[in-house]
């Protein structure tokens, strides 16, 4: 099951490589493997992306210690609750979220944020904010350059997906990170019928690029509508395409449906740090081949509308 997962060599691109000195050819033939790695699987992980494992092992042990503090030291730094709240970032405790409408709530906690936000950073854990923003902006430069191989792939201009992008990081933009935390179980008889980790979605925006520790659980939903386990590739960087990169491609790459099951019984604590890429919120976003397979949509109320029905 797992081997249905492509594992594609990205250091052609790789954030060591100077990005003017590699030739549209070049990043063709990469953005060529990675496209038809995405039409084809629901999911892809990327090696030698040159993003260093220092930087993400760091990044996981002050996430986990943020999420060890008690409950009323990380209140001080919760999201708003209102999803229209341009700063809609910080910690979400467990029980709020359930990513699936229908199903019972996540048994999750999380902490997003993003670049430009210069509040709610928790100082309890000294070297929280500058390695979760090192990463933050190394998993920023990946993500534009996967575009960028994908816009080569897609016949358009290399910078095509660039421009709807400029604003990363900045107030303008969603673009945000995420770290999450699921508890550890130690009495199982607390999980209702149904619960996950996560529940089944897919992303809103326009990538995600995935961290996930060794534990294990993340599951993809298959063309045929099976659920394929993702197992965890130490030095590996998930793909997921979302939900506006699939209006962009007119279906041609569909979003990827995913979830983190509960292994069952007792079990430790798991981690994952996502980097959600967005559009800048004032970009229309429109098929690019032309189709009417969906309406245009501005990437900003495409994305609060769900957040309307999820939170
Ligand atoms: O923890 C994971 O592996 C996935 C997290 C996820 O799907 C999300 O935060 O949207
Ligand atoms: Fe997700």
Known sequence: MAAEIPVIDFSRYSLAVDADKVPDSVLLELG??????LATAPFLLLKNCGIEERLVRESFTCSRQFFELPAEVKQKYRRPDDPHDDNYNGWVG???????????VDLKESFSYALWMEQKWPHEVVSFKPTLL??????????????????????????????????????????????????EITDET?????????????????????????????????KDGTWCPVLPVPGTVGVFVDLLLQRWTADKLKATVHRVIMPGGKCPARQSIIQLIAPDDDVEVKCVDGSDTYEPVNARSFVTGIFDKTY
Do not use: W
């Open 94 to 104: 467990q029980g709020v979220e359930s990513v699936n409408p229908e199903g019972p």
């Open 32 to 37: 060529q493997e990675v496209y038809q790695a």
């Open 134 to 183: 090192n990463l933050n902006r190394q998993a920023m430069s990946l993500g534009k350059r996967i575009l960028q191989g994908l816009a080569l792939a897609m016949g358009l201009d290399r910078h095509f997906f660039d421009g709807p992008h400029k604003g990363a990081g900045t107030r303008n933009s969603m673009t945000a990170t995420r770290c999450n935390y699921y508890p």
């Open 190 to 222: 607390v999980i209702l019928p149904n619960q996950m980790r996560i529940g089944e979605h897919a992303d809103y925006v326009t990538l995600t690029l995935l961290f996930q520790d060794d534990q294990g659980g993340l599951e993809v939903k298959t």
